[in-house]
């Protein structure tokens, strides 16, 4: 009697691990879902989401240039060489200051001193003679094989969104890979642009191996 | 980078295996017996690991500019308008800078000169500038010293001199910088004994002393090739290494062009002794030996005068036995006049004053012969040098200044003077090695790599340029300028200098009248400025027919006595490129041959001495050491002569011993590349000779065998004497005949044969990319080689390597002979991927590593090919190359010179001419950007862009407009192999001979 | 009545077996303890095998570069050796498939290690296309399967992929037939001393033989089935090979005539290092009766036709190349006759056309001595005709600047010789432990009324082959 039970249950055990096994394997070298820590907690949500910065405010070289280009720590500072701090966090120091009756100090917050201590600037935000500024090594995320030549500027032309190949970034507090990035999923991306066209314009997404690797 | 799946997965489990495993695995450490449970761990680990990996890749940091400097944005080239500095004819440049390196070299298109080409040297010159072997700081001694120190004691010795009044010598090449010689004039004029010593390592002083004689002015012409209808060349190679290659090309070519519509071409009569370059493209050539040259100019000389009614040598010219060719060619002169022109690399002082006497009776002067805008490209004096030998020999040098030049490497005796200098109390060198003359001296400062300094030229009289850092020097490294400027007690940046003299010598002499910023500034974007002719220099001379002295007779040669004939080559010039890889494996472009220089002996000669390609011969010329050399059998050469390369046998370039890969059967060469020449370089009063000198050649028994890209020359195979119809040769007559005569097509089956089996599984819309090669321009200088290798990143592979036929070059540009050793005729036919419609190696490759366009381009992808070589067999062309090895550069400097645009092939993957689709892919997706149409020649291929002779023409084959559509259609267009109906999209354009030469005559093989 | 029978007729196995003769002679090999000709041979190929693997781990590990190719000459040793393997390879497709179903009743006592042959010659065969990558470690993407790449399969039109096919299924199929025909052999030995280790293996892999009527009967179909499926793979294996060549457009290899030119001379080959094999294993394994003169003499017959039609395919190549009128085709065998690599052409035709028309002559194919030299030539011969084909083709193409020559380096030797230690090293363990001989098809031909699997045959057990004392005419 027993026996058949217990072989049935071995075969259901046996076949629930193999589906997940197959589930968890991915193909090697997809970095889906990779999601590292960035030595600033910049917050994509914040800036493209809440405050609506355009993206190419930032990664300006992106119509320009195969690269879209981190933005050189110089752009941070056209917006922080002013807002130093989150408004909740100068509204509570101001209404300190006001119960306190005195002048309000200006208040910066951790994340942004890390930005300030590489462009080597004091709290006033003026440099400090004696050190140079270093830039800040953020972690690459949509990093793809050095055979592949992947170029925005044709993308942004033929007015493919930014959240086509890297997903909702405005949600994103940390950005990670929200797409596979493999050859596959190009060459289907390509393959439907020329089926279906672009924002309702018809284009020529171009499926020869040479469109990317040379 | 190379190898990137394999390195991206391997590299991702070896990071993530845990610790123990892999040592485990390593060692197999006691606890990993193989029993059950140590294999289901192990098991388990290394799923574990593997998941992981699939999970994680390396983390790669992505670091922005701090401040990002303005108009540089990332991925996006900048470019530099400079001067080139890899020898003195200082043609214009164009730097292609990523990031804030440099990372190609092409000809300036606002140039005179270059036009937007660019030669070998030049083009390779980029990559001495990641030399890691380059000096990169001021030494004492050998040993370090800061530029501060160095200079103190630098200027209290020069102090001393000043005050005991010793001799004071600045010794540098010919100086094209008026700012240098301005700098060095100012600082000798502090001292009471100063004076500056120029000298050319590849002396032309003969015609500036023929000059100083005829015209009463010691000049170099500026030669006008583009005017000349006739040119009649004694020994000079205007298209190899003589004066100024780019320029006279460029001329040349020019005139060279011939289509149905405008069927004219320039004829070249080219008299010399060996086969040089510029010979290979000659219409008529004479085969004569090195002391016959003056005899036969002065019978073309007596030719021409009787024609024009004067008289020269009408008294005890011997007969000549050429003389029904020279009638010949005096006929043609005469009918030129003044668009004939006769040039002769002779440094006999004697001889150029013949070719001055002709071209003076024809005209010449003032059209083809430019001595109102002479050129300074070759101004140094062998006199003043042989002065200065006099006088360090007598130890009355007080301190010696070598700016440039390496004369312990360049002259003959060296051991002697090697020993006078070393008794000089103050040497100062300011070489960029350490080459056999730093070595001696006291204080080596080293001065920029040209792409790293400020500078200027005036090559010719009144075309000045600038030359602007392309990079931040990369070394503690001073221009020469400054660090003369400094021991003048002036110190001063190289850029003020520069601009100082501008304001004062060169905007003065500006059209136009433009405030001086203003000219400044367009001269510096644009690279080069046209201004008056340069005060002092050139005016219109009188003649002084006396000075002419004729050759009577010809020099004679000892009964079976060999001349030794000494030459540059295209690649190496007078050897200061020694250390440039890149220069070594460009193929010479007559004999093919690689890394070394060798006595070259005309098939004849070696048949009596019983040697062969790549027998080691001992060459001694008496009174001199003898030395050992590989022979290599060269066609076309006279058999009275050897000829043998300078600039070879350089100290230092023993370090090409580590080019190429390491395996137990590699033979890499360790000592040095070539073997010096120049100790054979003898002097007369005031020229150095590098001809004439009578030497015998033993055999030494042994064999060294050359590396050679190409050893079987003729189109004829062995056991047949059909030619095949791979070059095909059309004549003036023929290009005029009507279309019956002489169609081009008709000889192939044209386009799609009927039955044909192939699908039309690639359908071809928009673009249709082809090229058009014309062999009628291509002169073979080789530029195009050096272009592709650095567009390309395409690896050098050593001697070695090139001896077992594993060169690397996408591009490469085969040379065929024909006819006999007197009435030899060459061609010369690059050779590329063809992108062949119906190309063979898409069929066999069984991974699609290799498949068909969309726009007609072969292509390649490095990732996905296993490697079978089915491919490269199934090729008719062999323009496939594999990698068998890895072939890193020799050091990891040097990869900074690599294309951003181009992967770097891994080991074990084919590679080939891509037509440069990143170029392609580049444009169009500009053009896109910019919502422009594609314009025709918006592309160029690198080979195209710098092709001096603008034989190579790329572009859209479905545009009805482009040029290369208007070429296809052309009667002198053919594609290669055509019969195998591989379609090729590259068409050869025939080459044009003036008529049939009896060698060859009715060979209908020619015509395909 | 038995004697009256044997009339005119010889049996194909000579002194009078009776089965259990068979057995034990047989079987001997396997208890007795093997002779120092057997480690001598063992230690030697296993040592040439050693060197191989250090070969070929070399060349991996520092790049393709270690072979003597170039840019113009791609292929040379590799596919060489791995045409001449697969070659050598056919013979036993052949005899054991194509004479059994030909009902050549003397295959029996060949074919056994005809069979095996093929199998070691197959899996040296197969290394090559492995190694002569310059990426083995990608050689998977030579297979068609789903990936990740939107789909990227491999390219149907090319000949290396259908080579991939070819050799994995002749494979296949070469050793499940081996096995089939071992089975009843395994049992036997399972049966003769029960209780052993050996003969609970050979209980386990002889797959429960009973023995019985049933047993045989579908043994019988299996077999015949096996023998049907295997017999087209003798033709199609090397025709595949051959289009390796054919379809490519390098004059001397661009020619219609090579599929059954390779199937020719691959049968050519496998029949001589056939002879080779046996007349070894016949001499040190005392198999004399079983592996008679005559079983020789029918293999020289073949070797014969084999040889014959190999030369008339040389002559047609040479005929085509003059008649197509295409200077380069005419030029590819000018070089083949006269051209840098002449001396190994004519060793080719020496050893391949010339010499094995000693067979005609009975004498010779009498003489073992002489028939075990010549068939050691025709091996070289036939490696050699590869080595033509492959190199003298290459070196002289379409362009002459493209023209070189071509030298082997130690590394590619080492390997070749490695092949020949893996197949020796194999051959000789298979003498030591299998039955050499198939004990049960050779006792269906010792007399009728010992019906192996063969008694339905109304005249088994004597030969048709041609016979000195009964020539047929």
């Given at each position: 009697m027993s026996k058949p039970i217990t072989a049935i249950v071995l075969a259901a055990a046996l076949a629930v691990s193999l589906v997940t096994l197959v589930a968890a394997i991915r193909l090697p070298g997809s970095n889906q879902g990779y999601e590292p820590v960035q030595p600033i907690a910049y917050s994509h949500k914040l800036h493209a989401g809440d405050l609506q910065i355009q993206c190419m405010y930032c990664h300006s070289a992106a119509d320009k240039s195969r690269h879209a280009g981190i933005p050189a720590m110089n752009v941070c500072m056209n917006c922080h060489s002013g807002v130093t701090a989150s408004m909740t966090a100068v509204r509570q120091e101001e209404e300190a200051a006001k119960k306190e009756n005195r002048a309000a100090q200006t208040i910066e917050s951790a994340e942004l001193r890390k930005l300030y201590d590489a462009l080597a600037l004091d709290e006033t935000l003026f440099p400090i003679s004696d050190k140079t500024a270093t830039p800040i090594a953020w972690k690459r995320i949509h990093n793809l094989p050095d055979f592949v030549y992947f170029d925005h500027r044709a993308h942004i032309t033929a007015s493919v969104t930014c959240q086509t190949c890297h997903g909702p970034i405005e949600t994103m507090e940390r950005v990670r890979q929200y797409e596979r990035l493999s050859m596959g999923w190009c060459v289907n991306c390509h393959r439907d642009a020329n089926e279906n066209g672009i924002a309702g314009k018809q284009v020529k997404a171009p499926l020869d191996c040479v469109t990317c690797h040379y | 980078m190379p190898d990137t799946p394999k390195r991206y997965w391997l590299s991702v489990v070896e990071r993530d295996t845990p610790e123990e495993v892999s040592r485990s695995l390593e060692n197999g450490d006691p606890e990993f017996a193989p029993t059950r449970r140590s294999f289901l761990k192990a098991a388990g680990f290394t799923f574990g690991a593997l998941a992981a990996s699939s999970c994680r890749a390396p983390d790669v940091?992505?670091?922005?500019?701090?401040?990002?400097?303005?108009?540089?944005?990332?991925?996006?080239?900048?470019?530099?308008?400079?001067?080139?500095?890899?020898?003195?004819?200082?043609?214009?440049?164009?730097?292609?800078?990523?990031?804030?390196?440099?990372?190609?070299?092409?000809?300036?298109?606002?140039?005179?000169?270059s036009g937007g080409s660019a030669c070998a040297v030049g083009q390779a010159s980029i990559l001495g500038l990641y030399d890691s072997l380059r000096l990169q700081y001021p030494t004492k001694a050998g040993q370090r010293v800061a530029w501060a120190d160095a200079d103190k004691e630098i200027l209290a010795t020069?102090?001393?001199?000043?005050?005991?009044?010793?001799?004071?010598?600045?010794?540098?090449?010919?100086?094209?910088?008026?700012?240098?010689?301005?700098?060095?004039?100012?600082?000798?004029?502090?001292?009471?004994?100063?004076?500056?010593?120029?000298?050319?390592?590849?002396?032309?002083?003969?015609?500036?002393?023929?000059?100083?004689?005829?015209?009463?002015?010691?000049?170099?012409?500026?030669?006008?090739?583009?005017?000349?209808?006739?040119?009649?060349?004694?020994?000079?190679?205007?298209?190899?290494?003589?004066?100024?290659?780019?320029?006279?090309?460029?001329?040349?070519?020019?005139?060279?062009?011939?289509?149905?519509?405008?069927?004219?071409?320039?004829?070249?009569?080219?008299?010399?002794?060996?086969?040089?370059?510029?010979?290979?493209?000659?219409?008529?050539?004479?085969?004569?030996?090195?002391?016959?040259?003056?005899?036969?100019?002065?019978?073309?000389?007596?030719?021409?005068?009787q024609r024009a009614g004067a008289s020269f040598a009408a008294a005890g010219l011997t007969p000549s036995s050429f003389d029904a060719a020279i009638e010949a060619i005096a006929e043609r002169l005469w009918n030129a006049r003044t668009r004939g022109l006769v040039v002769s690399g002779s440094q006999d002082v004697q001889i150029q004053t013949v070719c001055n006497f002709i071209n003076q009776t024809i005209g010449a002067y003032g059209v083809t012969v430019d001595l109102s805008r002479p050129s300074f490209q070759r101004s140094g004096s062998d006199t003043q040098l042989a002065e200065l030998r006099a006088e360090l020999a007598r130890g009355e040098v007080g301190a010696l200044i070598i700016a440039g030049v390496n004369p312990v490497f360049d002259l003959p005796d060296a051991a002697t003077l090697s020993n006078d200098i070393k008794r000089v109390p103050l040497v100062v060198s300011t070489a960029e090695r350490a080459d056999e003359t730093a070595s001696l001296a006291h204080f080596v400062c080293p001065d920029h790599h040209y792409l790293e300094a400020w500078s200027d030229a005036e090559p010719v009289s009144g075309l000045v340029s600038l030359a602007q850092p392309t990079i931040r020097p990369m070394h503690e490294t001073r221009a020469f300028i400054e660090t003369l400027a400094a021991w003048a007690g002036k110190p001063q940046p190289a850029l003020e200098l520069i601009r100082a003299h501008w304001t004062m010598a060169v905007h003065p002499r500006a059209e136009g009248g433009l405030p001086f910023t203003v000219f400044w500034d367009r001269t510096l974007e644009r690279g080069v400025a046209e201004v008056g002719p340069r005060p002092g220099a050139g005016a219109a001379p009188s003649f002084n027919a006396a000075a002419a002295t004729p050759v009577l007779q010809p020099g004679g040669t000892s009964a079976d006595g060999l001349t030794l004939v000494l030459y540059s080559k295209i690649g190496m010039l007078d050897g200061r490129h020694g250390h440039n890889a890149w220069l070594h494996e460009m193929p010479d472009p007559v004999t093919k041959v690689t890394w070394d220089n060798y006595a070259s002996l005309s098939p004849e000669t070696a048949r009596r001495l019983g040697v062969e390609d790549g027998d080691v011969v001992r060459v001694t010329a008496d009174g001199s050491s003898a030395l050992e050399l590989a022979a290599f059998v060269q066609p076309g050469q006279h058999d009275s002569v050897v000829s043998i390369a300078l600039g070879y046998g350089r100290a230092g370039t023993d370090r090409f011993g580590r080019v190429g890969p390491p395996w137990f059967e590699a033979r890499p060469r360790l000592e040095p590349v070539g073997v010096n020449a120049a100790v054979w370089i003898t002097s007369t009063e005031n020229a150095r000779q590098y001809a004439g000198r009578a030497v015998t050649v033993t055999s030494a028994g042994r064999r060294r065998p050359l590396a050679s890209t190409q050893v079987h020359h003729s189109l004829e195979p062995p056991g047949s004497t059909e030619r095949r119809p791979i070059i095909q040769e059309v004549t003036l007559a023929e290009l005029t005949a009507p279309p019956a005569a002489a169609p081009a097509e008709a000889e192939h089956p044209a386009g799609h044969v009927e039955g044909d089996l192939w699908p039309d599984d690639h359908p071809l819309e928009g673009h249709r990319w082809g090229m058009s090669i014309d062999l009628n321009s291509c002169t073979g200088c080789s530029a195009c080689i050096v272009a592709c290798q650095a567009e390309n990143n395409v690896p050098v592979v050593g001697q070695d390597e090139v001896r077992r036929n594993r060169e690397m070059h996408w591009l490469r540009i085969d040379r065929y002979y024909s006819g006999t050793d007197d009435e030899l005729e060459v061609a010369h036919q690059p050779m590329l991927c063809q992108h062949c419609e119906h190309a063979p190696c898409e069929t066999v490759c069984p991974v699609l590593a290799t498949t068909h366009s969309e726009e007609g381009l072969n292509e390649q992808a490095y990732n996905r090919c296993v490697g079978t070589r089915y491919c490269a067999n199934n090729c008719p062309y062999k323009v496939r190359r594999f990698n068998w090895f890895d072939y890193p550069h020799e050091d990891r400097l040097q990869n900074l010179v690599f294309n951003p645009n181009v992967v770097v092939r891994s080991r074990g993957v084919m590679e080939k001419c891509s037509f440069c689709v990143q170029r392609i892919q580049e444009n169009k997706i500009e053009a896109k950007r910019l919502g422009q149409p594609l314009a025709d020649g918006a592309i160029k291929t690198a080979c195209e862009q710098t092709c001096p002779a603008q034989a190579i023409v790329f572009g859209d084959l479905h545009d009805p407009n482009s040029r290369v559509t208007a070429l296809a259609a052309s009667r002198r267009a053919y594609r290669v192999l055509e019969e195998l109906n591989t379609q090729p999209s590259v068409r050869y354009l025939k080459l044009v001979r003036h008529e049939r030469p009896a060698a060859a005559a009715g060979g209908e093989g020619r015509n395909g | 009545m038995a004697d009256a029978l044997i009339v005119g007729r010889v049996p194909l196995i000579a002194g009078n077996k009776v089965s259990a003769d068979v057995t034990r002679d047989v079987l001997s090999a396997l208890d007795t303890k093997p002779s120092a000709l057997w480690w001598g041979g063992l230690a030697l190929s296993m040592s040439a095998l050693g060197l191989g693997t250090l070969a070929i781990v070399y060349q991996i590990s520092t790049g393709i570069g270690t072979w003597g190719l170039n840019r113009t000459v791609g292929w040379a040793f590799d596919i060489t050796n791995f045409v001449f393997w697969i070659g050598i390879g056919h013979a036993g497709t052949l005899i054991s498939a194509i004479l059994f179903l030909l009902r050549q009743r003397w295959r029996t006592s060949v074919n056994r290690a005809a069979e095996a042959m093929t199998l070691f010659a197959v899996m040296c065969a197969g290394l090559f296309p492995l190694i002569h990558m310059g990426r083995p470690w990608m050689f998977f993407w030579m297979l068609p399967y789903p990936n990740d790449r939107g789909s990227l399969w491999v390219n149907f039109r090319s000949p290396l992929v259908w080579d991939f096919f070819a050799i994995s299924t002749y494979f296949t199929i070469s050793a499940v037939f081996w096995y089939v025909g071992l089975i009843p052999d395994l049992a036997t030995v399972r049966d003769?001393?029960?209780?052993?280790?050996?003969?609970?293996?050979?209980?386990?892999?002889?797959?429960?033989?009973?023995?019985?009527?049933?047993?045989?009967?579908?043994?019988?179909?299996?077999?015949?089935?096996?023998?049907a499926l295997g017999t087209p793979l003798v033709l199609s294996v090397h025709t595949i090979v051959s289009t390796d060549f054919a379809t490519g457009v390098v004059p001397g290899w661009h020619t219609t005539i090579f599929p059954p030119y390779f199937v020719a001379g691959a049968i050519f080959s496998g029949m001589a290092m056939v002879l080779t094999l046996m007349l070894v294993a016949r001499k040190t394994m005392r198999l004399e009766d079983y592996i008679t003169p005559q079983h020789i003499d029918a293999m020289c017959s073949l070797v014969i036709l084999t040889s014959g039609l190999v030369g008339?395919?040389?002559?047609?190549?040479?005929?085509?190349?003059?008649?197509?009128?295409?200077?380069?085709?005419?030029?590819?065998?000018?070089?083949?006759?006269?051209?840098?690599?002449?001396?190994?052409?004519?060793?080719?035709?020496?050893?391949?056309?010339?010499?094995?028309?000693?067979?005609?002559?009975?004498?010779?194919?009498?003489?073992?001595?002489?028939?075990?030299?010549?068939?050691?030539?025709?091996?070289?011969?036939?490696?050699?005709?590869?080595?033509?084909?492959?190199?003298?083709?290459?070196?002289?193409?379409?362009?002459?600047?493209?023209?070189?020559?071509?030298?082997?380096?130690?590394?590619?030797?080492?390997?070749?010789?490695?092949?020949?230690?893996?197949?020796?090293?194999?051959?000789?363990?298979?003498?030591?432990?299998?039955?050499?001989?198939?004990?049960?098809?050779?006792?269906?031909?010792?007399?009728?009324?010992?019906?192996?699997?063969?008694?339905h045959d109304s005249h088994s057990g004597y030969s048709d082959a041609v016979t000195p004392e009964a020539p047929r005419s």
């Open positions: - | 940091d992505a670091i922005p500019y701090v401040q990002q400097p303005d108009g540089l944005v990332p991925g996006r080239p900048l470019f530099y308008a400079t001067t080139c500095g890899a020898c003195e004819a200082r043609c214009g440049l164009l730097v292609t800078t990523r990031d804030g390196r440099p990372i190609k070299i092409e000809g300036n298109p606002d140039h005179p000169f020069l102090d001393r001199m000043k005050q005991e009044g010793r001799a004071v010598r600045v010794l540098t090449s010919t100086v094209t910088s008026p700012t240098t010689a301005a700098v060095i004039a100012d600082f000798l004029s502090g001292f009471a004994n100063g004076r500056h010593v120029s000298y050319d390592p590849i002396s032309s002083a003969a015609i500036l002393e023929a000059h100083a004689q005829t015209h009463g002015a010691r000049l170099l012409p500026q030669y006008h090739f583009d005017q000349a209808d006739v040119i009649v060349s004694f020994d000079a190679d205007f298209l190899g290494a003589w004066i100024s290659p780019l320029q006279h090309a460029r001329g040349y070519a020019s005139r060279r062009r011939a289509s149905e519509t405008s069927p004219t071409k320039s004829y070249h009569v080219q008299i010399e002794s060996r086969l040089s370059l510029t010979g290979s493209n000659a219409d008529r050539r004479l085969r004569v030996a090195p002391g016959e040259v003056g005899h036969v100019a002065t019978h073309l000389a007596a030719k021409i005068a | 003769r001393e029960p209780g052993t280790m050996r003969s609970k293996i050979f209980g386990f892999l002889s797959l429960g033989w009973t023995g019985s009527f049933r047993t045989w009967h579908r043994y019988e179909v299996v077999y015949l089935i096996l023998a008339l395919a040389y002559g047609t190549e040479f005929f085509i190349a003059f008649y197509s009128a295409s200077p380069y085709e005419q030029f590819a065998f000018y070089n083949r006759a006269l051209g840098p690599l002449a001396w190994g052409y004519w060793i080719m035709v020496a050893c391949n056309v010339i010499i094995p028309q000693l067979f005609w002559f009975t004498g010779v194919r009498r003489n073992l001595v002489v028939v075990f030299v010549i068939s050691l030539l025709i091996n070289v011969g036939m490696w050699f005709e590869r080595f033509i084909i492959i190199v003298a083709s290459l070196q002289r193409e379409y362009l002459p600047s493209a023209w070189s020559d071509y030298a082997p380096t130690l590394i590619e030797i080492t390997t070749f010789i490695g092949t020949l230690g893996l197949f020796f090293t194999l051959f000789l363990l298979f003498c030591r432990f299998v039955p050499v001989i198939a004990i049960a098809e050779v006792k269906g031909v010792l007399r009728p009324a010992h019906g192996g699997h063969a008694a």
